[in-house]
């Protein structure tokens, strides 16, 4: 058993025995950057969302990745309106100020990094790029095509994506998010992770595009073709992506360029795949590398044990892939409780994904129970949100679902308040406990910004953790919470388009919820809780748009 079980243990805990740093408190003063920053590094302006238009796939071109990344990451909007969470004063000063973006992020944080490795037929010329979310442009790293150590990292797929000459990977500077969150952090950005690839699934598979993540690969091999520090970044999923014009054969037929760094002053690593290069060579001194770094804000950066123990057991090897089936062990558990509670069929969704991205908000405190939800909103938010998975390649498509759905209700026409399990074969709710549930759902949350007796209903994903580790290895965790994480991403974009509130938090008592619905000894562990309702009408609000 290893320190995956530990770690989720503790997680599942946490509410009861408090992790340490117990008595951690975050220097909001000394706090990092909100995105890396690499001084000195070219910025290459992307095209604005609109320039896609109604393109779509089934290949992606640069007005449509430049979209997609804008819609999900980059900012759309600044948040100014008064709600109950703590950043509420904050809000105003351009310093601290809170963006909007498409993408949910635990704490509003949003540690994560995007890197582009473009190789021959694209756009750009090949190199490694970083994604500047506030300036929604690149940052150029790396000059020549390293597409050829992507695809060696990712080992057995790399006769899968032998002609995939683009590739996006999905990196997490710990300390982004562990100034605030502590051992924590690990558990959070891992959910942020799965949100980002949820976003990109969705948004794309509208226009017809695939989105397939890879989430097992040689992490530390990226790692250092990346040039980031092991301890410090994570490296999450490589996301191959089917380009427009692009070469069947990676390099084309002119070869693969050797790299070179991107800016002037700095001597790259030479490739093993470029002229001149060591004939044969695949040691790390032989590989392209980054040499730029990436400038940290923070005086002081503190480690943590419980992080760096919870990244070093869940490094990702490519000989370490799950074979096709390894996780049918895992799935979840059939629908428990009473007899089944048809629901409506699922209420049309009125928005585009894009739109309902920009929609998208948390309703910190404006919950207002006196609109109720109807039963055909919750059947659409229920079978969007029991439907979500990561789709990485440990997952069958037509393999059994990681995830169960239950739904605390509180106000929701036609349905009695109550704890229910959520049925997708049969689109029903199935009993486990009556009576309203409004006093359990405030007395376990940790937090002062909602009020759960006001939301509609409170919608709770489980996964059978261990049994997850148990089959796929400690890597398991990270499938784990990206999983929940594409779940909640799910979530609010549903929520949105239907014109609804919604909320998520990870500030609850675990094992109370596993008492509460009878699942103690089940191995279902309840990760998060997902807030849907209706907020109070004409909120406060501040048009900064219009400013």
């Avoid at 796939?57 to 709600?83: C, D, H, I, K, N």
């Avoid at 090949?126 to 442009?137: E, R, S, T, V």
Wanted: net charge negative; aromatic share 8%; charged share 20%.
């Amino acid at each position: 058993m290893g320190y995956a079980h530990e770690y989720a243990d503790a997680i599942l805990h946490r509410g009861r025995i408090p992790m340490e740093p117990v008595d951690f408190v975050p220097d909001w003063a000394d706090r990092p950057r909100k995105a890396k920053f690499y001084p000195g590094a070219e910025t290459l302006p992307l095209p604005g969302a609109d320039a896609a238009g109604s393109a779509t796939g089934p290949e992606f071109t640069l007005p449509l990745l430049s979209a997609m990344l804008q819609e999900s990451y980059g900012l759309t909007g600044r948040r100014l309106a008064v709600q109950a969470n703590t950043d509420l004063a904050a809000l105003p000063h351009y310093t601290q100020a809170n963006w909007s973006r498409g993408t949910a992020s635990g704490g509003g944080l949003y540690p994560v990094s995007v890197y582009w490795a473009a190789g021959a037929g694209g756009p750009l010329a090949p190199g490694l790029y970083h994604y500047a979310p506030h300036q929604h442009g690149l940052r150029r790293l790396l000059a020549g095509d390293v597409t050829g150590e992507v695809r060696r990292a990712l080992g057995a797929r790399e006769a899968d994506a032998a002609g995939c000459t683009q590739y996006l990977v999905l990196g997490v500077k710990y300390w982004q998010n562990s100034f605030k969150y502590n051992s924590f952090s690990f558990h959070a950005v891992s959910m942020d992770v799965g949100a980002l690839l949820q976003t990109w699934r969705l948004w794309a598979g509208e226009r017809g595009l695939r989105i397939a993540p890879a989430l097992w690969f040689d992490e530390e091999r990226l790692a250092r073709l990346l040039g980031v520090a092991p301890r410090e970044e994570g490296l999450f999923a490589v996301v191959p992506l089917e380009w427009a014009g692009a070469p069947r054969e990676p390099g084309g037929a002119g070869g693969i360029p050797e790299p070179v760094p991107a800016g002037g002053g700095h001597e790259a690593v030479p490739s093993g795949d470029g002229p001149g290069s060591r004939p044969g060579g695949d040691g790390p001194e032989s590989r392209p590398a980054v040499v730029r770094r990436d400038s940290e804000r923070s005086r002081s950066v503190l480690q943590f044990e419980t992080l760096e123990h919870i990244h070093e057991a869940t490094l990702g090897r490519a000989a370490d892939r799950p074979a096709p089936g390894a996780l049918d062990a895992a799935a979840a558990f059939p629908p428990r409780g009473g007899d089944p509670l048809p629901l409506p069929p699922p209420a049309a969704t009125p928005l585009r994904v894009d739109r309902a991205l920009r929609a998208r908000r948390s309703s910190f405190g404006r919950f207002d129970a006196s609109r109720t939800v109807t039963a055909e909103h919750l059947a659409a938010t229920l079978a969007d949100s029991a439907a979500a998975s990561v789709g990485s390649e440990a997952e069958r498509p037509d393999g059994p679902r990681l995830t169960a759905l239950y739904a605390f209700v509180n106000h929701v026409e036609g349905v009695a308040p109550g704890a229910y399990a959520y049925d997708p074969a049969a689109h029903a709710l199935r009993p486990v406990v009556s009576g309203p549930p409004g006093p359990f759902l405030q007395r376990n949350y940790f937090l002062s910004n909602y009020n759960l007796e006001q939301a509609g209903a409170v919608l709770v994903p489980t996964v059978r953790t261990t049994a997850v580790l148990d089959a796929v290895g400690d890597r398991g965790y990270r499938l784990v919470n990206a999983t929940v994480g594409a779940v909640a991403q799910t979530f609010y974009t549903t929520a949105a388009a239907h014109g609804l509130g919604a909320g998520v938090a990870l500030g609850f008592d675990n094992i109370a919820y596993i008492e509460e619905l009878g699942l103690t000894g089940s191995g279902e562990a309840p990760l998060l809780i997902m807030l849907l309702g209706h907020e109070r009408p004409e909120p406060a609000d501040f048009r900064h748009e219009i400013a």
